[in-house]
């Protein structure tokens, strides 16, 4: 996801200030490991690159669901899912026959917050799950499935207005890294290296499953994926050239970002082996049936006026859906801090030192409701009734579950987590009362100091 907030002119010149601009660009199924910025060896996205040297690059940056309802929900409203209530619930899930709820009605979408404060906002988008009342707050809000190259020029062109001088909010989304993944020739070649004979069909996620799971089909379907990445990326590169040419990129705030990752074949055995799915329903491609790093971790880029940490790499845990209070601070939009599950950026974008925080995704799409926690470089994913618990070191190519090598941890963490989900329930009015211990837990976790005790 790309967002731009375009700041206003200091006051006193002859020409008045124009008025801010703020662009949303949803890249939908967006893993961070294969972008260069983030360690990917081969050189997928050079126009990030362009945007990371004015900016701040945050290493952990995770989303807060694996699919793209309730984590859409989370990033337009600052709220946890199981707060907006967008997406699937009950025990067990399946997105394949369950029709799934939307954004509750008392929730603001951050297009409603502007639109109050006289915002023009408009919507172009790829996905339908990008809906569900997450149209709410649009003056219009187109759904058409198309490429990347269509949604970049539907930006350029809504980007200014003749006549309208309001400020304006535009939320483009890309699909093109999703499956089948359908892009340019031009690109699926430059995934492929010389010699590479797989037909392109086969390295498709639509017909993957009929495949051997070996590490030359893994490896020809990453590099289909990594030419839709570098496909993405030449558009972004089209709207940095844009902004460059009529003068404004120095006056933009610029936001890269994603909804969610994607799994290819890493935690099968992983998947099998905690209960989370069963042998002839493993699904190792895709995402929305595990809370693993490749489908949660995705790319979080900022940069623009008064971002003092130019190409610094924060390293610490941040959740995709902190975008909101970000962004109202940065528009100066007031709003009541305890409405929202997610804490401002605002300050490390400054340079200041920001607190270690735990950060827990929620909402799966297939199979038994479970939940995991991100904290100090580890993961704990938790599973339903009758599924197990697993450790895993944040980045371990090896995908092992730590729990017994690490069992004090393991402790830790789950305590963490209980916490966690006690203020999520209490959150949403239940009876659930938060013990001294636990609240002592979440004020080390960075999560009282937004709530009335």
């Known amino acids: 996801m790309l967002l731009l907030l375009g700041a206003c002119a200091p006051s006193g010149g002859e020409q008045p200030s124009p008025p801010p601009r703020l662009v949303l660009f949803l890249v939908d199924t967006l893993r961070a490991d294969r972008l260069t910025p983030y360690g990917h060896d081969r050189p997928t996205s050079p126009n990030l690159e362009r945007l990371v040297a004015r900016g701040a690059v945050f290493d952990q940056a995770w989303s807060p669901a694996p699919w793209t309802l309730p984590a859409t929900a989370s990033l337009l409203t ?28 008392d929730v603001p979408t951050l297009a409603e917050r502007l639109g109050d404060e006289g915002w023009r906002c408009e919507a172009f988008v790829t996905n339908p799950f990008v809906g569900f009342g997450l149209e709410r707050g649009f003056e219009s809000f187109t759904l058409r499935q198309t490429e990347a190259a269509e949604v970049l020029d539907w930006t350029l062109e809504r980007l200014d207005v003749p006549g309208d001088e309001r400020p304006t909010f535009l939320l483009a989304h890309l699909i093109d890294c999703h499956d089948p993944l359908l892009i340019p020739d031009e690109f699926v070649l430059d995934a492929r290296p010389p010699g590479d004979r797989l037909p392109v069909p086969d390295i498709s996620n639509r017909t993957f499953s009929t495949l051997a799971m070996t590490p030359e089909h893994r490896a020809a379907r990453l590099r289909l994926y990594d030419g839709a990445v570098r496909y993405v990326d030449a558009q972004l590169g089209r709207l940095l050239d844009s902004l460059e040419a009529d003068g404004s990129i120095d006056d933009t705030y610029l936001v890269f970002t994603s909804d969610h990752g994607e799994e290819v074949f890493e935690s099968a055995a992983l998947a099998r082996g905690a209960g989370y799915v069963q042998p002839e329903t493993v699904r190792p491609l895709g995402h929305g049936h595990t809370l693993f790093e490749e489908v949660l971790r995705v790319p979080l880029v900022i940069a623009g006026p008064g971002v003092e940490a130019r190409g610094l790499h924060v390293p610490g845990a941040v959740a995709t859906h902190d975008l909101v209070p970000t962004l109202l601070e940065l528009l100066g939009v007031d709003h009541d801090p305890a409405e929202l599950d997610a804490r401002s950026l605002v300050g490390t974008l400054r340079g200041e030192h920001a607190d270690a925080r735990a950060v827990v995704s929620r909402g799966i799409a297939f199979g038994r409701d479970r939940s995991a926690l991100l904290r100090d470089g580890w993961s704990l994913v938790r599973g339903g009734e009758g599924e197990a618990t697993v450790l895993l070191r ?50 080390a976790l960075g999560y009282l100091d937004r709530d009335q005790e």
């Open 78 to 105: 600052g709220v946890d899912p199981d707060r907006h209530g967008a997406g699937l619930h009950g025990s067990w899930r399946d997105l394949a026959s369950q029709v799934p709820d939307g954004l509750a009605a």
């Open 394 to 443: 944040v980045g371990d190519p090896e995908h092992l579950d730590r729990s017994a090598e690490e069992p004090d941890r393991l402790l830790e963490l789950g305590a963490d987590l209980d916490a966690l989900n006690s203020l999520a329930q209490s959150r949403r009015g239940s009876a659930t009362q938060i013990d001294p211990a636990q609240r002592a837990r979440l004020r």
